[in-house]
Every structure is written in C-alpha cells, then in structure tokens.
C-alpha cells in the first residue's frame, strides 16, 4: 500500500477581507513571538495596537482589493508540490496559516481525517526566525496535541541558500538588471522583512541567513561587479529595527540618479509588503527621490524550479528526518532544532 504523506506549509496569513483586518492584528501582536511580554499585558497591548494600526492596514490592503492574495498563492503552491512529489506516495499539501485562516487547529484536524502515516513541516520563510517559522512550529506542536494528532513528525526549518530556489531568484535578478542598466549602473537591493533589533541581539538567527541568501544570490546572478545591499523593509512600531532599511537605500540611491532594482528575498509569493509597500510606496519614493528607473523582481511563487527544491528539502526531510540544508553545528537554526516536533519513524 503507498504510504500517505502530508506537507504542512507555514506561512503567515493575511486578512481575506477589510473585517479581517483587525483580528487578523490582534492575532500577530498577541504573539508571544512577536511581543515578548507577559499576559494579560500582552493582550492588552496587542488590543491597542491592533486598533490603531487598523487605519494603517485598510488603506495598504484597500490598494490590493481589501484584502491579501496570500492564501491562494499558497494554495497554487501546495498544488505544484503534490504535483511535484506524487511518485512518494498519496502526498496532500495543507496549509497552516499563523495569524489568519486557516490556522493550525484548523488544518491539524483536516491532517488528522487524511489519517497520514507521516507528516512533514515546510515552512514557507526560506529563513528561519522565532518570529515566523519558530512560532509557527511552537503553535502546530499545540494544535496536534488538541487535535490528538500523533503521527511521526519531520520538520524542514530553513533554506535560505537551497539551490533552485537561489537560480529561480537569479534568472528574475539577471532580468530586471539588464532592463535597468540601460539608464546607468544599477544599484541593486536585496530587500528582507525587517526585525526588532532586540529579537536579532536575542539570537535570532534571520538576518544571519538574510545576508547569506543575499550574498549567494549575487554569486548565482553571474553579474560582474554587481552593486548590492542587504537591506530591511517594513518597519513597524517604536522599537529600533535592524538596518539598512530599504527605504533610507532608496532613498539615497534615487537622489544619487542611479536606476534602483529591489529583489524581495525572505517573501516566496506575493502580498501587501511586495505589491503595496515594494511596488506601489517605494516606486513612489524612488520616482520622486528622481531615480531614472525603479524595477522590483517577483518572487518566486509556483516557479517550477522553486517547487522542485521544495520538493528536494520534503524527500530530504522524509528520507533522514529533521533536514538542515546548511547543517554547520546548529548555528543556522538553534531553535528550530531544539524546539520542532521530531520523532522517529
Ligand atoms: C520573513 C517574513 C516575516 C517576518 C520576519 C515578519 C516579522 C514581523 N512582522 C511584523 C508586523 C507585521 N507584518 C505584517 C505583514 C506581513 N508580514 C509578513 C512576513 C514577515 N513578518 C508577511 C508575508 C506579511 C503580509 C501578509 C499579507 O498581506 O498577506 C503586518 C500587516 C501589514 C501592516 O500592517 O503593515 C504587520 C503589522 C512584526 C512586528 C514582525 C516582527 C517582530
Ligand atoms: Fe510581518
Ligand atoms: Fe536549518
């Protein structure tokens, strides 16, 4: 009989509709991954801040139709990577959202009904963080024990260097710059979804990764003497957040006249931080700062080659256990590894 396997992919959520909006905050600041404090005063916080960002968050997901496309893109994914693995066995792709449906409670039952004999974590953040990936496995450990989910479980926790997923990258970098470099030297940013300086000085190893997908990125481009950056996009709050953001870079670039490509590289499909603040707010801000040309590359969705790497990191996952694709003595991802479900088959 073929065995049944099923993929678990992590991702963040996002609001489905201008309603959802404002619980879907709620949800991501009440995170003790997200706001480091004790209850009830997180909550409390989290109520707060969730009410004033709201006005925030309506104008970004108004530019967008009201709300994120972040669940279908995921849901094209999760099609391409059953298609992609079908010769392991009866393999079905789910969804655990963190902070917006569906949620791990949710899909944990549905894992439970498809009875597999094998479940393996994917997350969809090529680099590992607490706040993301971490969280999102501490939230599933709960949601199986509820859900009386008890299948031999492997977790992939980070690819920021997988190959495919740097070529499938590459091939959009190659274009855009080529596209760019006819109006000058092209300052190239490679943009990451910033961090609270504190989490990173915490040990959280993500922007660690961050630099290391950046750096093997511009080594697969092949483009010689390529001007790049490592850069942090979508500040929010009062905390200091890790630097350079990619705002100030724009910034400086478009007021040097240097035509400006921003590659997204820790977002795998699009959203409101590529298609509202990448491509609609920074476009602005490079268009008035004067930059003669301003190309943001896409990410790399249901790329064929990006799936196939995926799919590389599940076979790796199911054939030894908990994979590690940098393996260099838990540097990579302390945490994943001391805290993800992991048993034996
Ligand atoms: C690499 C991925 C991400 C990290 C790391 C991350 C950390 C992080 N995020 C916030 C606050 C917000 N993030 C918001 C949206 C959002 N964040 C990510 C990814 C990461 N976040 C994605 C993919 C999205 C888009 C969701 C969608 O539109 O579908 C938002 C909501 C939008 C807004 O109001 O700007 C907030 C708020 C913090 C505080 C944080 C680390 C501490
Ligand atoms: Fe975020
Ligand atoms: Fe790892």
Same mark, same amino acid.
């Given at each position: ?45 989290? +109520? ?27 849901? &094209? ?18 969804? &655990? ?46 949601? %199986? ?52 300086? @504190?989490?990173?000085? &915490? =040990? ?23 001007? +790049? ?11 200091? +957040? ?23 590289? &820790? ?16 476009? @602005?801000?490079?268009?008035?700062? =004067? ?41 990579? %991802? ?5 805290? %993800? ?5």
């Amino acid at each position: 009989m073929s065995r049944r396997i099923a993929i678990v992919l992590f991702n963040l959520g996002g609001p489905d509709n201008p309603d959802a909006i404002r619980p879907f905050l709620f949800n991501l600041f009440a995170d003790p991954a997200i706001i480091r404090l004790p209850n009830p005063l997180r909550v409390i916080l989290a +109520w707060a801040i969730a009410r004033k960002r709201t006005r925030v968050a309506k104008d970004i997901y108004a530019e967008i139709g009201g709300g994120s496309p972040l669940l279908p893109n995921t849901e &094209a994914q999760a099609r391409a990577l059953e298609a992609e693995l079908a010769d392991l066995g009866e393999v079905k792709a789910f969804i &655990a959202m963190r902070y917006w449906h569906p949620m791990s409670q949710e899909t944990a039952m549905l894992v439970k009904d498809f009875a597999p004999d094998e479940v393996i974590l994917l997350p969809l953040y090529p680099q590992f963080s607490t706040t993301t990936t971490g969280s999102s496995m501490r939230v599933w450990r709960d949601a %199986c024990r509820i859900a009386r989910l008890d299948v031999p479980t492997r977790a992939v926790c980070c690819y920021p260097t997988e190959s495919r997923f740097i070529a499938a990258m590459a091939a959009g970098l190659r274009a855009a710059h080529a596209e760019a470099a006819a109006h000058g030297r092209p300052r190239v940013l490679f943009s990451a979804h910033g961090l609270p300086e @504190k989490i990173v000085k &915490a =040990g959280d190893p993500y922007q660690w990764q961050c630099e290391r997908t950046a750096a093997a990125l511009a080594e697969a481009s092949g483009i010689p003497d390529l001007d +790049w950056v490592s850069t942090y996009q979508s500040r929010v709050g009062r905390l200091k +957040w890790i630097e350079p953001s990619t705002e100030a870079v724009i910034h400086e670039a478009a007021h040097a006249g240097r035509p400006i490509v921003v590659v997204p590289i &820790a977002f795998v499909s699009e959203h409101s931080e590529t298609l509202v603040e990448l491509d609609i707010e920074y476009r @602005k801000l490079a268009d008035e700062g =004067g930059a003669p040309c301003y190309l943001r590359v896409p990410t790399v969705g249901a790329d064929e080659g990006f799936i196939a790497g995926l799919a590389d990191l599940v076979r790796a996952g199911h054939r030894r256990g908990s994979t590690c694709e940098a393996g260099d003595g838990g540097r990579i %991802c302390p945490a994943a590894f001391s805290g %993800c479900p992991s048993k034996a088959a």
